[in-house]
């Protein structure tokens, strides 16, 4: 869930869009201080080691992205953040130093994904690279790694055949299998209302996700 509607908005039930720039400046797709634009956390997570690249269309703006491409090549670990998650740091925003903590960090995975541009129509290419296995890996990131590929996950590991080799596809062999090998994924998501368990309206997100089918192709 994003965040919970008044009854007004019903009756805009199927414009989704518009709710956003009734709640959110437009271009804004989630909740949080004003500063901390999908530039900050952008490029925060390039201050720690995470590739972009923003690809546009022949009759758009250079501003306006139809796909964009996420290289995850490391992963801070609690350990190695200091004595308190609260502990700040910082990194340069348009010259100016701004500060995160090991929680904005946190969050940042989830909410640089939510760009979308003007025609609701953009797409993430994303990959985590195998050599994060290099040191710990933070249960908070598997945990987002998994929650985004779940039904993926179920559906390759039990139709994957790997000759003369019998793997037990417990979720920890699965992070492993899919980074180690590139597999990469195909991100987009698209906002809808609907009502919670106390029938409060909101407006929630629905993700679709799918591997990239030219990796998963038998090599001839």
């Not at 009756?11 to 500063?35: A, D, M, T």
Request: charged residues 20%.
């Amino acid at each position: 869930m994003i965040f919970l509607l008044e009854d007004s908005d019903i009756q805009r039930r199927e414009e989704p869009w518009k709710i956003f720039q009734r709640y959110l400046v437009n271009g804004l797709y989630f909740l949080g201080e004003s500063y901390k634009t999908r530039k900050y956390y952008e490029t925060l997570l390039i201050s720690t080691c995470v590739e972009f690249q923003h690809f546009s269309g022949y009759n758009t703006s250079e501003n306006i992205y139809n796909f964009s491409k996420m290289i995850i090549k490391h992963v801070i670990h609690i350990e190695d953040w200091g004595i308190s998650l609260m502990t700040e740091r910082q990194f340069s925003l348009k010259k100016i130093m701004v500060s995160f903590t090991y929680w904005d960090y946190i969050q940042v995975f989830n909410k640089v994904l939510c760009y979308n541009n003007e025609r609701h129509k953009h797409t993430w290419f994303i990959k985590v690279c195998a050599k994060i296995f290099a040191n710990p890996i933070p249960n908070w990131f598997l945990n987002w790694y998994y929650t985004k590929n779940e039904s993926k996950f179920h559906q390759i590991s039990t139709s994957y055949i790997i000759k003369n080799i019998f793997v037990i596809f417990n979720k920890l062999n699965i992070y492993i299998f899919f980074i180690e090998f590139f597999v990469q994924w195909i991100h987009k998501w698209v906002p809808e209302v609907d009502f919670t368990e106390e029938q409060i309206p909101c407006l929630y997100r629905t993700y679709y996700n799918n591997f990239w089918h030219k990796l998963m192709k038998k090599d001839p």
